[in-house]
């Protein structure tokens, strides 16, 4: 077996089966494996003439096939399936070898399984790759992290085989150990917040306009015009104007209403938590999903009253401008939350990761890609170290522009009784972050109340305490 191959990729199940093609048809020689040989058969056969394939039925003669450094993308379900193959390949592979995780694994899987490669002398470079199956095949966006050293030798071909846009990769260095999947992991969460909000303002137009589904899609098209522009929004306007073969009906009120998930969004709620950052939006924007799979509780509401004042809409156009403008800032917010935790998340681990380059490699290729990516690179352009993204000067003007429709369509929502939880929580969220001062202070005096906890003063330095229970004087803690 001559080592001729530049990459190879071992599970070919559909993802792993159309990046090994997408690596094909860019001129790379790639070497293909999977645990069945009868699917690298397969792809070998009916996808042979688009490159130059390396199939072999056992992983020594994979790994034989390869170039070195060896480059080994591995595509096998998360967990514990990874460990299995990593665990396979390690003794196999010499110093300087690359493992490439590209499937959707936790970012501390990551941290752990790059330690325990490096032990052996190898590169372990997790990657998040977005797209889906038509990405991996056409160009996806790349998210690889790992060592600089490893992306000198590896970068190049992953940029190759992800989407370009206006001639950029939408693939870069992320950072780090962990960087590329957290980052991934983030995209995830984001892409829940942005589908919630269009599914909330699909609610929205629907119960306040009475229009059918199809008519709905004609409004979503329309959007996908001018600034809310972006792939959830198009595919949005798709569905919505489907119509069910079976039934005749709108495709999407044949659909159950319980959304499920893989558990990205709910990582990435989870790490909110834990480094403390208000993502408010992704969050809501899980919990919607969970609420939507509460059967016996949606069961046990179903006849609780709602005394709804009723929606009436008078001027159709300008209630559809207000549902616009409150989905564009609902989606500012949700995408500057999860740019805090990325900021988080890079000082907590040592990542140095860099925003503006992120909001461009999800220009294209990924699931959230939309034209006001590039208005968020401009934005960390103008400022690295921007604390918030909302208060960029663009952003801010943007927000404040649709602030009066925003307003109107989360007060209306709770008058007729829609829920709207992402709209309504991002709105909380920018009132209470731009606000001079917090009732937090209230709560801070009732900790320290029942639990001695203490509290800071805002006319002096230091931690005090009051003997609530005694003569109420306060003492330096
Ligand atoms: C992508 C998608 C992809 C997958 C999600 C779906 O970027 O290509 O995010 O990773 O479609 O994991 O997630 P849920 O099943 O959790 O909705």
């Given at each position: 077996m001559s080592a001729r191959a530049q990459i190879g990729v071992t599970g070919l199940a559909v993802m792993g089966r159309n990046l090994a093609r997408n690596f094909a048809r860019n001129g790379f020689t790639v070497a293909v494996h999977n645990r069945s040989y009868a699917r690298t058969e397969s792809l070998v056969a009916e996808h042979g003439d688009e490159g130059d394939f390396v199939p072999s039925e056992s992983l020594e003669d994979f790994v034989a096939s390869l170039e070195r450094p060896r480059k080994v993308v591995v595509m096998v379900k998360a967990g514990a399936p990874t460990d299995a193959v990593i665990d396979e390949l390690v003794p196999l592979l010499e110093e300087g070898d690359i493992v490439v995780d590209a499937g959707n694994a936790h970012f501390p899987d990551t941290i752990r399984r790059e330690k325990a490669l490096a032990a052996h002398g190898l590169h372990f470079v997790g990657t998040g790759v977005s797209g889906g199956e038509e990405g991996a095949l056409n160009g996806p966006s790349i998210m690889p992290g790992g060592t600089a050293e490893s992306y000198e030798s590896l970068g190049p071909i992953l940029e190759k085989i992800s989407a370009h846009v206006d001639g950029v990769p939408?693939?870069?260095?992320?950072?780090?150990?962990g960087a590329g999947h957290f980052v991934k992991m983030v995209h995830n969460g984001i892409e829940y917040a942005d589908m919630q909000l269009i599914a909330e303002a699909y609610d929205l137009l629907r119960q306040g306009l009475g229009a059918s589904a199809a008519e709905i899609g004609d409004i979503f098209a329309e959007w996908n015009r001018g600034d809310l522009a972006s792939f959830l929004v198009e595919i949005t306007a798709e569905v919505l104007r489907h119509q069910d073969a079976?039934?005749?009906?709108?495709?999407v009120d044949v659909v159950l209403d319980q959304a499920e998930q893989k558990g990205t969004g709910r990582w990435t709620v989870q790490n909110g938590l834990d480094l403390g950052v208000p993502i408010t939006g992704i969050a809501e924007a899980t919990f919607a999903r969970s609420l939507s799979g509460s059967v016996p509780q949606r069961e046990a509401a179903a006849?609780?009253?709602?005394h709804t004042a009723g929606w009436e809409v008078k001027d159709r156009d300008a209630f559809v401008e207000d549902v616009r403008q409150a989905l564009y800032a609902s989606k500012v917010v949700a995408y500057s939350q999860g740019f805090d935790q990325i900021a988080a998340a890079s000082a907590e681990y040592g990542w140095n990761i860099d925003r503006g380059a992120m909001a461009r490699i999800w220009r294209?290729?990924?699931?959230?890609?939309?034209?006001f990516l590039n208005r968020i690179t401009e934005a960390y352009e103008r400022a690295e170290d921007l604390p918030l993204l909302i208060a960029d000067e663009y952003f801010a003007d943007a927000v404040s522009a649709g602030l009066a429709s925003w307003r109107r369509v989360v007060a209306g929502a709770a008058q007729a009784g829609i829920p709207t939880p992402a709209f309504s929580s991002s709105l909380a969220y920018y009132d209470a972050v731009r606000a001079?001062?917090?009732?937090a202070a209230l709560v801070q005096a009732q900790r320290d109340f029942f639990g001695a906890h203490t509290y800071r003063r805002t006319d002096r330095d230091g931690t005090f305490h009051t003997d609530w229970s005694g003569d109420r004087t306060e003492a330096e803690a």
């Open positions: 939408c693939c870069t260095h992320v950072g780090p150990d079976a039934t005749g009906q709108a495709f006849n609780l009253p709602g294209g290729g990924c699931i959230i890609r939309a034209g001079p001062r917090l009732p």
